[in-house]
């Protein structure tokens, strides 16, 4: 498959088109400067220290090369498990997932691979659609996330997530990690580790990846031309998990 | 007349017998040492908290909601009116000398909530005791270890 026919496969556009209502936005921050100038309304600066609000300047993104992720190798989730303080209770069906090893096998020619999926930070997230306290929200720089001061425990982006990447707390849950709360009742996916972007650092899968496994993981920022993981999209095809969707998730495969 | 007199005579004696004794065993109950209604409420380390004590009295709460809103909204991770300092100043050490939850009627939080009556959902989610000291990768991973569930799709 030439690289262009896949290109064009990725960028599978849905009906609607979510660029006309950001150029919208745009247009109104534009004329909001112009009739008060002088006034800064949004700090234009990157989220680069703790104290700093995130920005739409960045889109943090990640690219997972599976030509070096090992079929056998789980460091990415036992990293997240333990930075997130995530506990098994012995019931696989309902225990917390941010982050999994997925089989796929192809049943006409028998390859089979492994590959991690965790919520892929879509540009247009079908669970924010769906909240109906608007607990579940999309950061400015990308990152989906819940509030779980507001989730109510409905589970609808639990069913609209076509990732499967929510998981529901069952449990009463004692001694979490300070950066990570979740108590019973909520709904939670990966943070993509926001409390470690907030502080210039990676996630801690990446971190992991990098580490112990096989260095598959790349995160940064999708919105900066110099960042490594920008010139590596632009320079080879990747693919995302159900591009037909329209979703645009910020996580991209390699060798899929 | 008499009736009257014999009426609040009767009075008198009634307010006398409930006020002075009962009195006493309240105040035994609630605060021994300095035989006081008050709660007792455990000191916290360092010279002083992050605003003064009539206002951290009356508005902690407000503190509260308004950093987690901007952290977890905005990613503003400013630690001066974070729930985690809160707890690292005014943990109270249990008998076996490491800090109570809040299951613990000693928790700092909960000698005065449990006084004024107010119920707080925080530490749902929220762990209710600092994080240093009392957590090890063992206390972590035990039970199973989640997401090694496999799950079968074709490509």
């Known amino acids: ?256 | 007349m008499n009736l009257r007199l014999i009426c609040i005579a009767m009075l008198a004696v009634t307010l006398v017998s409930i006020g002075s004794p009962g009195a006493v065993v309240y105040a035994e109950e609630g605060n021994a040492a300095n035989n006081t209604l008050l709660p007792v409420i455990p000191m916290g380390q360092g010279d002083a908290c992050v605003k003064d004590t009539d206002f951290m009295r009356r508005n902690h709460m407000e503190l509260l909601k308004h950093q987690r809103d901007e952290t977890v909204l905005d990613g503003v991770r400013s630690e001066q009116y974070s729930l985690k300092e809160c707890l690292d100043c005014h943990a109270v050490a249990g008998s076996d000398a490491k800090p109570v939850t809040f299951t613990d009627s000693s928790h700092f939080c909960r000698s005065c909530h449990d006084y004024a009556a107010v119920s707080i959902d925080c530490f749902q989610c929220h762990a209710s005791r600092p994080e240093s000291g009392i957590l090890t990768d063992d206390h972590q991973f035990s039970g199973v270890f989640p997401g090694t569930a496999q799950v079968n799709g074709s490509e």
């Open chain 1, 1 to 256: 498959m030439s690289s262009k026919v896949e290109d064009k496969k990725m960028t599978g556009k849905p009906d609607f088109d979510p660029t006309r209502r950001s150029f919208l936005a745009a247009m109104a921050t534009a004329a909001g400067v112009t009739l008060a100038p002088g006034v800064v309304l949004y700090g234009i600066s990157k989220s680069s220290s703790a104290n700093a609000a995130a920005t739409s300047d960045v889109r943090w993104g990640m690219l997972i090369d599976l030509g070096r992720c090992d079929n056998g190798c789980d460091d990415c989730v036992s990293a997240c498990a333990k930075e997130n303080g995530l506990r098994g209770f012995g019931r696989p069906e309902t225990d917390a997932q941010w982050i999994r090893k997925v089989d796929i096998k192809n049943p006409e020619t028998g390859y089979s691979k492994s590959l991690p999926v965790m919520c892929q930070h879509c540009e247009n997230p079908p669970c924010v659609d769906v909240c109906p306290t608007g607990a579940s929200f999309k950061r400015a720089d990308g990152i989906v996330l819940v509030n779980k001061h507001t989730c109510i425990g409905c589970r609808y982006c639990m069913m609209a997530c076509p990732y499967k990447a929510r998981s529901f707390v069952h449990e009463t849950l004692e001694d979490q990690k300070p950066h990570a709360p979740r108590g019973k009742g909520t709904v939670e996916s990966c943070t993509l580790c926001v409390h470690r972007i907030d502080s210039d650092r990676q996630p801690a899968c990446v971190e992991a990846c990098s580490d112990t496994g096989g260095g598959a993981m790349l995160f940064g920022d999708l919105n900066d031309p110099e960042s490594e993981i920008s010139k590596r999209v632009a320079s080879y095809a990747s693919q995302q998990i159900r591009a037909d969707l329209g979703l645009n998730p910020g996580v991209r495969y390699r060798n899929l």
